[in-house]
Nanobody, 116 residues
């Protein structure tokens, strides 16, 4: 069973940066597209970025385009999310998972809090 473990969150001022990491177990990581998702308080979980299995293709939600960068290291079974120019509305719990359903079991996520 695949396990996904997110890390790297924290408290940052608006305009700051954070780099999130997601380590995956199992043998299928390198053939799966990967995504970062976030859930703000009182809102549904939304997809913010996706990267193809080989890392060549990426897509971003309009709300993070130009500020966030998704990348991956298949040899390390790890996907990253570099977040720059953070805004208070980026606050939430960030999760990684496959790029499309059916999803693996969700990890615990990592909390990102951006203060104004």
């Amino acid at each position: 069973q695949v396990q996904l473990v997110e890390s790297g969150g924290g408290l940052v001022q608006a305009g700051g940066s954070l780099r999130l990491s997601c380590a995956a177990s199992g043998s299928i990581f390198s053939i799966k597209s990967m995504g970062w998702y976030r859930q703000a308080p009182g809102k549904q979980r939304e997809q913010v970025a996706v990267i193809s299995s080989g890392g060549v293709s990426t897509t971003y939600s309009d709300s993070v385009k130009g500020r966030f960068t998704i990348s991956r290291a298949n040899a390390k079974k790890t996907v990253y999310l570099q977040m720059n120019s953070l805004k208070p509305e980026d606050t939430g719990v960030y999760y990684c998972n496959w790029g499309q359903p059916p999803f693996a079991s969700w990890g615990q996520g990592t909390q990102v809090t951006v203060s104004s």
